[in-house]
């Protein structure tokens, strides 16, 4: 099961390497710049979970876009304000968006629910609807099959890391559970996994609330 303090002291502890070893792949970028190229200039963006701010925020602030950050890591936050200084930032929990009813546009779950416990992901995927106006953009990412599992020195940083991965069916049922209706699923390869053929789905959705 996932502790959330081990993965926010995971978070704190590897920022700089973090920051080096992340890099999107071409699928990632591919469904990432799909959905962003539908969101509307001056629209106000919450990327959940948004880490050192590479590459969704630092995107989001060359398009002139309101970007929002939110992160429960201090460390990651810092590094986000000077990868994206336009943007505005805010430290916690994903479960509790602290962000008023109706108040964003999108909102982008890069490669962070998969940190949620298992018990809290509708609980997040609730909170995405809640600060979503009707007719809002999400796009999230998960794994194809439910998985759990940890690592005590991911990245080779002495450092230990958890997931909890809901999987695709699980996934779907949580954001029409939610009122989101999905538009569009995107395959792409997991970057970081040992496993070649370990995958992400991504998920773009729109909220069907009147």
Request: charged content about 25%.
């Amino acid at each position: 099961m996932v502790d959330k303090e081990v993965v926010l002291q995971g978070y704190e502890d590897i920022a700089d390497v973090y920051a080096e070893e992340r890099s999107p792949s071409d699928a990632e970028q591919k469904a990432l710049a799909s959905f962003l190229k539908k969101i509307p200039t001056e629209s106000r963006v919450l990327d959940a979970g948004c880490g050192g701010g590479e590459p969704v925020l630092q995107h989001l602030s060359s398009q002139s876009q309101r970007a929002i950050g939110l992160d429960f890591s201090a460390q990651q936050l810092e590094k986000a304000q000077s990868n994206a200084p336009e943007a505005r930032l805010l430290r916690g929990d994903m479960t509790r968006l602290p962000l008023p009813d109706s108040t964003v546009d999108a909102v982008l779950a890069y490669h962070s629910l998969i940190h949620v416990p298992a018990g809290e992901h509708q609980a997040v995927i609730d909170e995405f609807a809640r600060v979503l106006r009707p007719g809002g953009q999400l796009l999230v990412s998960e794994g194809p099959g439910e998985w759990q599992g940890t690592n005590p020195d991911w990245l080779d940083a002495a450092t230990e890391m958890q997931w909890y991965i809901a999987g695709a069916e699980a996934t779907r049922v949580q954001l029409e559970n939610a009122g989101f209706q999905i538009e569009t699923e995107y395959g792409a390869p997991n970057t970081l996994a040992e496993d070649e053929e370990a995958s992400w789905i991504f998920f773009d959705a729109t909220l069907d609330r009147t």
